[in-house]
DNA sequence: CTGAAAGCGCTAACAC
DNA sequence: GTGTTAGCGCTTTCAG
């Protein structure tokens, strides 16, 4: 069969995009046969080398490309894993997926972000239709799936840690508040005994974690608060609350949910007269960038994502690579990718926190 | 044919994962010809309506869901569209595909970023393989692309925008420095006559732009410069420079390359007890989330990095769709994603800048 | 309006 | 070592 009756689709119409060679073509003009194409392509060594170098030329002078669609419906391989998320960009986002691309990279998987949007179902629906689609080997749902029908014996696994709601406002682990904990005893151990809070937005779990914890953690060192401020996020309203705090307030360190609403706060002690810290501690929360240069530089929460990113990505390869395997379900535990005691966040402590004044500002 | 030999493909092997139902087996359920499936699935409404609900009953029944790869292998339609990146996270790079995904979105397509690193012929293999692995029906390269064979008549379009070199350091059309004109210029309106420039890691073109548009600037008013230090973007730097500050260096406006080094140099002025603005004025570049809540709020340059992703994306969609139509080349011009007067980068004044002093500060 | 046949480009399995 | 055959799951084309 020498000409297979010329390319069989199409070139009757003139407007018609040019084909893309195929692996017939490549094998054609090296006078082998297409399944030897096949072989040298996949690194098969067993192809004479005489024949190997003639088919890469014949693939070069041909500017031959493998048709990836084509070849995953065979072996079911596409070197794609998506993760979904839901609408709305978020930094910490952006530095779960840089650490997950690494961990991908390093397996020589591509990531793909998906957005997912809509009611819990239609997510749900979503998921299940990228998970079955066969364009990926892998699916990591960073979102909460209310419902997942997972038959362990799906050839593509669905690995799913809720880290975002269907706004993109971190919850879970992401919203997880326990270094609040640390700064206010650390703050306590310094003499400090009169707090006030400067709360977020509550469609934020972890406002709402933070502002628990703060109340939680007053309690349980006996000290006092006085008072949660509701800021939403607003660096106005933190700045306000400082500057209308009343004289004999006779608070020493203010807890702010976040680096904004902390740099706020500054401003406004700077507008009261009141240096920081000696006259009053400062703590903020996310490690922006700026919080070290900032004056003073400010003392705050660095939430680990990237690293968070590497786990999450790590766990979802190796259940791939089990099902791969054909592992059955038992004999995989498949182990919680964040186990260990691994710590996702960690206090940074800078100039915006000292000691307890001897006597609260009072002016 | 009633039983069609059982699965025809391996469940001999027990590990075998469970195959999902396809089109057919739908179709038998439905006790319709696959054909009939297929279209029902394609929102023909030339089904008959009872068959279609007959047919919907079986589809969930099986939990059928379409294998896509095998769809796009037959309609050249997979409904992805991927975005080359070099490998590195850049805040702002998050920023672009957040717009360009909202149009995405809009055109029922799912984007995927795709990291290309190594050398700029690795990178050009890379895209192209990407083009002609049919696994996208079109692709935006951000990054710059050497050599581009790009046969007008390829099926699936590569739209190059360079916005990145291959450390993810902003270039082009991102490197822009025009504001910086502005600004000075500004100043100088209100009595500024001597500046001093901080500038970033000259790795980074965007900080030789804005040098250079300061140097030229200064120039072009006829303005003074008390030099240019290159702070490589660390605050210290930054700081220290204003510490160090001779007291009758006359300087009454610092030209700051990023909000950090703005920032810190507000950190240093108030070390030397300068207020800012009334006794120096200080500008950034970037408009970080807290610039504008810093003591003073901070004057800086807002880049339109989201509307300038959704440009890109709206260029890409419309070469994609003129390719589909099958587009003769002249017919379509294209035109360029960025055409007419859109400013991309804009200054936001608050507090930090003001008229100059009466009198330089000199303490 | 519905069914049958053909084939997208590739690789797995088996011959030779 | 290399060629032949079959078929992945779907849609397109063409009959009816």
Chains 1, 2 share one sequence.
Request: proline share 7%; hydrophobic share 40%; aromatic share 4%.
């Amino acid at each position: 069969m020498a000409s297979e009756s010329s390319p069989p689709a199409g070139p009757s119409n003139p407007a018609t995009p040019r084909r893309r060679p195929t692996i017939r073509e490549v094998a054609r003009r090296a006078g082998v046969s297409h399944q030897t194409v096949s072989r040298h392509l996949k690194g098969d060594t067993t192809v004479n080398e005489q024949l190997a170098a003639t088919i890469q030329d014949a693939i070069e002078a041909l500017d031959y490309r493998p048709n990836l669609v084509a070849r995953a419906m065979r072996n079911h391989r596409t070197g794609r894993l998506a993760v979904l998320l839901p609408p709305g960009s978020a930094i910490s986002s952006l530095e779960i997926l840089s650490g997950a691309k690494e961990i991908a990279d390093a397996g020589e998987y591509v990531l793909e972000v998906v957005t997912v949007s809509g009611s819990a179902e239609m997510r749900d629906r979503r998921a299940l239709e990228l998970r079955d689609s066969r364009l990926f080997e892998g699916v990591l749902a960073l979102t909460s799936l209310s419902d997942l029908p997972q038959p362990d014996d799906a050839r593509v696994p669905l690995v799913t840690m809720p880290l975002y709601d269907e706004a993109m406002r971190g919850i879970g682990a992401l919203a997880s508040a326990g270094p609040e904990h640390e700064i206010i005893s650390r703050l306590a151990g310094m003499g400090h005994r009169r707090f006030l809070h400067l709360a977020g937005n509550y469609a934020h779990a972890g406002a709402v974690r933070r502002r628990d914890m703060y109340l939680q953690t007053i309690e349980e060192l006996d000290l006092e608060s006085a008072g949660v401020v509701d800021c939403g996020w607003d660096g106005d309203a933190a700045r306000r609350a400082v500057v209308d705090l009343p004289a004999d307030s006779g608070i020493t360190a203010i807890i702010a949910a976040n680096d904004i609403l902390a740099t706020a706060a500054v401003s406004g002690a700077i507008r009261r007269g009141w240096n920081v810290p000696e006259e009053l501690s400062i703590t903020g929360w996310d490690d922006t960038r700026v919080a070290a240069v900032t004056t003073p530089s400010m003392t705050t929460v660095a939430v680990h994502h990237a690293e968070l990113g590497r786990r999450l990505m790590r766990h979802l390869l190796d259940v791939v690579a089990s099902r791969r395997r054909g592992a059955d379900d038992a004999s995989d535990p498949a182990p919680s990718p964040l186990e260990d005691d691994w710590r996702l966040a960690e206090v940074i402590w800078r100039e915006s926190t000292g000691p307890a004044p001897q006597t609260p500002p009072a002016r």
